[in-house]
């Protein structure tokens, strides 16, 4: 199984300010989606084959790394971003997603 | 516009059985894999269970592997999650989730928004 490990758990940060999330994978991978999830409802895709926007999503969402070393930033924070993101990979069975990065504000 | 509504969740003891539906509408449904997701109460996002837009592959959690049974039916554009033998430890929102292909590609672009199962004695 691969294993996904996110970092920081936590992030505190002000509207307005750069957002960096890692996630990193137990065995290279080429295949890793992106979500975050506000309280209450359901997660929503974000970023796709490491650095692909889904459909609507706005461009300060940015995907990028590769191998076992992957980033989401988020270059100016905005109130609706808050949440909470979680990476995952698609490259082999069993599908497995990080423990995910609450991003709170500062 | 993608819809997809999940429903059959509720309380049901230890050994218990119980199964979820995911009805689904604005898209071409058998052109698409469908999984199901679940999230223990203030955990994350844990993968399930995966079914080919044909439903002829189907992939398991080791943690539900001959408990749970995924299928679908493409006439009713509903998926299904048949889940036996349930534990505490099942206790989760499950989310049923679109896929971006029929088969591989499997991140998920369209979400649920999620049944409860509870289980407890």
């Known amino acids: 199984e691969i294993v996904m490990t996110q970092s920081p758990a936590t992030l505190s940060v002000s509207p307005g300010e750069r957002a960096t999330l890692s996630c990193r994978a137990s065995q290279t991978v080429t295949n890793l989606a992106w979500y975050h999830q506000k309280p209450g409802q359901a997660p929503r895709l974000l970023i796709y084959?490491?650095?692909t926007r889904a459909t609507g999503v706005p461009a300060r969402f940015s995907g990028s790394g590769s191998g076992t070393e992957f980033t989401l930033t988020i270059s100016s924070l905005q109130s609706e971003d808050f949440a909470v993101y979680y990476c995952?990979?698609?490259?082999?069975?069993?599908?497995?997603f990080g423990g995910g990065t609450k991003v709170e504000i500062k | 516009e993608v819809q997809l509504v999940e429903s059959g969740g509720g309380l049901v003891q230890p050994g218990g059985s119980l199964r979820l539906s995911c009805a689904a509408s604005g898209f071409s449904f058998s052109s698409y894999a469908m999984t199901w997701v679940r999230q223990a109460p203030g955990m994350g996002l844990e993968w399930v269970s995966t079914?080919?837009?044909?439903?002829?592959?189907?992939y398991y959690a080791d943690s539900v592997k001959g408990r749970f049974t995924i299928s679908r039916d493409n006439s009713k554009n509903t998926l299904y999650l048949q889940m036996n033998s349930l534990r505490v430890e099942d206790t989760a929102v499950y989310y049923c989730?679109?896929?971006?292909?029929?088969?591989?590609?499997?991140?998920?672009?369209?979400w649920g928004q999620g049944t409860l199962v509870t289980v407890s004695s």
């Open positions: 084959d490491a650095s």
């Open positions: 995952q990979q698609y490259n082999k069975w069993p599908l497995t």
């Open positions: 989730a679109k896929g971006r292909a029929a088969a591989g590609s499997f991140y998920f672009d369209f």
């Open positions: 079914i080919t837009g044909s439903g002829g592959s189907t």
